[in-house]
């Protein structure tokens, strides 16, 4: 029975990784091997019709046909067509009102769905291109140009844009249909890549107007329309630059019916549409027709099974195991869920397992011909189900219980007998994941799926930022290197943030005048409350962040510019190296800092980076978001703001500056310890949320970050375990020595003399790196790090280390 089980368990996660996680890889692999296939843009303006479908849209309906209007699209060759499903709530007579500004009304008499309306409509449409759209899509100004500069290539029949949710009125909802639209997107660029994406968004989509054909009045037009377009021998593309703006449906019942109503009419529509599962006839997008929406909606059975396959592990450990599985992991779950990061967490699963569960029931209600042509708002069903909500913190808590005694009853089965071994293993697992690992990884995954670095020669206006408190001895030779960069002085703005300096910070600044600009802050509050302060000054279209103690090439500012070229880029990172008398950790912190830049360099090859140089870094003045006024931890908050807008953060090379090194252990060691402890903030705050669905972000958060943050954790576990084993093994005896010694040289090193070994020098630093994270993470989680930062000694790049102190250049 376990066996079988294991079996069940295995296939199912399998097959659910396929659906997640191989799909995509395979299609990044394809892309990869055979390069994307291009699309001829240019910009044309041909006779266009905007189409909205309105049921009952009163609240809504005058503002979208204000926004409408005032597209950037010429106005003699735009019109503009509402289609009134027998609305009754005065939405007719909204839209009548602007009928003085070429705002045209069909009224359907009586409700027979939207595709019914499309089908009596669209043949009076004047436009060459229809662009179909929801009564609640807000177009930004240029999205109809971004769409149909893809007509301009003969091949493309069909191009979709991209609908970003503004919030709805349920985080949980929210957060889960954000990191669901957010993975889609990126699916859908790399379909396009590959020949054709699958389906349309009924928010913004559009096709040649010879392309219509009349659809079955139960079928579903935004993805049955585009399958057609693709099987006649057009492609069907993606538009990133077509961007609309919508609520969510704001809870997750209300989440779960539409998602219902639309698989159910999708599954039918594969069958009116058989020639797209025919790869002889439409190549690779058979394939991801089966894959991308086939599959993805047969999900839920996957889930179900795994949730089955684990219900019988967990009670054949009970069986075994009682006391560890009854009551410890039980336990362990309670203290999880407590966490606001892991809530969050569990919140997002329960949305995916909503829309999986909802796609089971559309499959089936649409394998039995029960499907409907018409809709209701989601605003509708809020208030019709204000008093129903769906529950789902006892499951996940119970999903999490089940998880937990599934990886339990695995490391019974390969036989690891006793909990100390499986603690060790586990541990020695992952911290040989972190540490090896996670590097090759990245490493193949560089090679296999580099994006391009795309790199322009601009001048936009560019402000540098510097957050300063009490840096004296540092500011003017600061200014000085600033003022003597190789940028426009016309388009290079300097300001300097003071928060609560009282040495003579302030009066050597005002020295600069005016080329330098002095934003005084008083009392002392830190350095995230004397950006977000300073920041809503700055107009600048550029914002790059530099310490006080931190020292550019004259070229650093054109390296950093230069790759917000590109439109995915939203904040670039520069290199900044450690110079001075080091002698304390030298050629370890060193060997520390490679590493760290090797892996940034790697991970915004495949995508984006995480986190950034604090010393070094700029962003696009319109993506910043202020973090609370508590953040520790800036340089990932600020830039973890520009991903969750849909930018990427990159790590420029060619960006230089140098900085003093930390002049003695306990000024790393306090560094370490900030930084870890702002991590541990970042990670339990709620409102500092990942977008799960972008993998890349997510994979290189939980290995480089999350995973290397907790191994002090997995590092003490796995030794006690083996001083726990070695009686019973001349094995674990053996690593117990071992790992006995590594912590006797991390001591030893603690003497000047004993340092003078590169071997414990090195172990010296990772233990004390270690110890901080370990001491820095319990800081964090029990609020116990101070927002300020503590003063070290610094001074200008080649200049001897003076007393004076230093607030935010450490």
Not at 79 to 99: F, P
Not at 341 to 351: D, Q, W
Not at 656 to 662: I, N, S
Not at 664 to 672: D, L
Request: glycine residues 8%.
């Amino acid at each position: 029975m376990t066996h079988l089980l294991v079996v069940l368990l295995t296939g199912s996660l399998a097959a659910l990784g396929y659906i997640y996680f191989g799909y995509l890889g395979a299609l990044r692999l394809i892309v990869w091997l055979r390069g994307p296939r291009p699309i001829r843009r240019s910009a044309i303006t041909p006779p266009l019709t905007l189409v909205i479908s309105a049921y009952n849209e009163a609240p809504v309906i005058r503002n979208k046909i204000e926004n409408a209007l005032e597209l950037d699209y010429p106005a003699d060759r735009l019109e503009i067509l509402v289609i009134s499903d027998a609305s009754d709530d005065g939405t007719d007579a909204i839209v009548q009102g602007y009928a003085s500004r070429g705002v045209r009304l069909f009224r359907q008499p009586e409700r027979r769905g939207k595709t019914a309306g499309l089908n009596a409509a669209l043949p009076s449409a004047r436009g060459d291109i229809i662009v179909f759209s929801d009564a609640n899509a807000m177009y930004r100004p240029d999205a109809l140009r971004m769409l149909v500069r893809n007509f301009a290539d003969r091949q493309v029949g069909c191009a979709t844009g991209e609908a970003r949710y503004v919030p709805g009125r349920n985080a949980v909802a929210d957060v889960g249909e954000r990191v669901y639209w957010s993975y889609e997107m990126h699916v859908k660029r790399l379909e396009t890549a590959l020949g054709s994406m699958v389906g349309g968004d009924g928010a913004i989509y559009a096709i040649r107007k010879s392309l219509w054909q009349p659809l079955p009045e139960n079928a579903i037009n935004d993805f049955l329309n585009p399958l057609q377009i693709v099987a006649a021998g057009w492609r069907a593309v993606y538009e990133p630059d077509a961007v609309c703006f919508e609520e969510s449906a704001g809870r997750t019942g209300a989440e779960y019916r539409r998602r219902v109503r639309i698989v159910s009419r999708s599954w039918r529509a594969i069958f009116q549409a058989p020639a797209v599962l025919n790869p002889f006839r439409v190549g690779f997008f058979a394939w991801s027709v089966l894959s991308h929406k086939v599959l993805r909606w047969l999900s839920g059975v996957f889930a179900a099974t795994t949730a089955v396959a684990l219900i019988g592990l967990y009670l054949i450990a009970v069986a075994h195991w009682p006391g560890i599985v009854g009551v410890a992991l039980p336990g362990a779950a309670v203290l999880l869920v407590s966490i606001p990061a892991v809530r969050n967490a569990l919140a997002v699963l329960g949305y995916f397992a909503a829309i999986n569960a909802a796609s089971v029931v559309g499959v089936a209600k649409g394998s039995m011909g029960r499907v409907s042509g018409v809709w209701s708002t989601t605003r509708e069903h809020a208030q019709s189900t204000s008093s129903t909500r769906i529950s789902l913190g006892r499951a996940l808590c119970l999903f999490l219980v089940l998880a937990a005694s599934g990886i339990t009853v695995a490391c019974r089965i390969v036989a690891v007998n006793s909990v100390a071994g499986a603690i060790f293993w586990t541990c020695a697992a992952t911290l040989l994941y972190i540490y090896v690992v996670y590097p090759l990884l990245l490493a193949v995954w560089k090679g296999v799926a580099s994006r391009p670095d795309v790199r322009k020669p601009i001048e936009p206006a560019v402000c540098v930022f510097i957050a300063a408190n009490d840096e004296q001895d540092v500011i003017e030779a600061k200014l000085r290197n600033t003022l003597a960069l190789d940028y426009p002085a016309e388009l290079l703005e300097i300001v300097v943030a003071s928060d609560g300096s009282v040495d003579g910070t302030n009066a050597i600044v005002r020295q600069f005048a005016p080329r330098v600009r002095l934003l005084e802050f008083f009392p002392r509050r830190g350095k995230i409350s004397a950006i977000n302060n300073g920041i809503a000054s700055v107009a600048a279209e550029i914002v790059v962040f530099s310490d006080a103690n931190t020292f550019l090439q004259p070229d650093a500012l054109r390296a950093l510019v230069q790759r917000l070229a590109d439109p995915t880029v939203g904040a670039v990172s520069g290199d900044v190296r450690l110079t001075g008398d080091r002698a304390a950790l030298g050629r370890s912190e060193d060997l520390y800092y490679r590493y760290e830049r090797w892996a940034q360099h790697a991970e915004s090859h495949i995508g984006s980076m995480v986190s950034v140089d604090g010393a070094l870094y700029a962003i696009r003045r319109r993506l910043f978001m202020p973090p609370a006024p508590d953040t520790i931890l800036d340089d990932m908050a600020i830039p973890m703001g520009v991903i969750r807008a849909g930018y990427r953060v990159v790590f420029e090379p060619n960006a230089r500056a140098y900085e003093q090194g930390a002049a003695n252990a306990r000024e790393e060691f306090a560094r370490k310890v900030r930084v870890t402890a702002g991590a541990a903030q970042f990670l339990a705050r709620p409102d500092s949320s990942v977008p799960l669905g972008a993998i890349q972000i997510t994979f290189s958060l939980v290995s480089h970050k999350a995973l290397r943050w907790l191994s002090p954790l997995f590092g003490a576990s796995a030794f006690g375990a083996s001083l726990v084993l070695a009686g019973s093994s001349t094995a674990y005896a053996t690593v117990a020595l071992v790992l006995t010694a590594i912590l006797a040289c991390g001591v030893a090193g603690c003497v000047p003399l004993a340092r003078r070994s590169s071997f414990v020098a090195l172990i010296h630093y990772f233990c004390l790196v270690q110890t901080a994270a370990a001491v820095g993470f319990v800081f964090g989680v029990f609020g116990r790090q101070s927002v300020l930062w503590h003063r070290f000694a610094h001074a200008p790049v080649g200049e001897p280390v003076s007393q004076a102190g230093n607030g935010y250049g450490a």
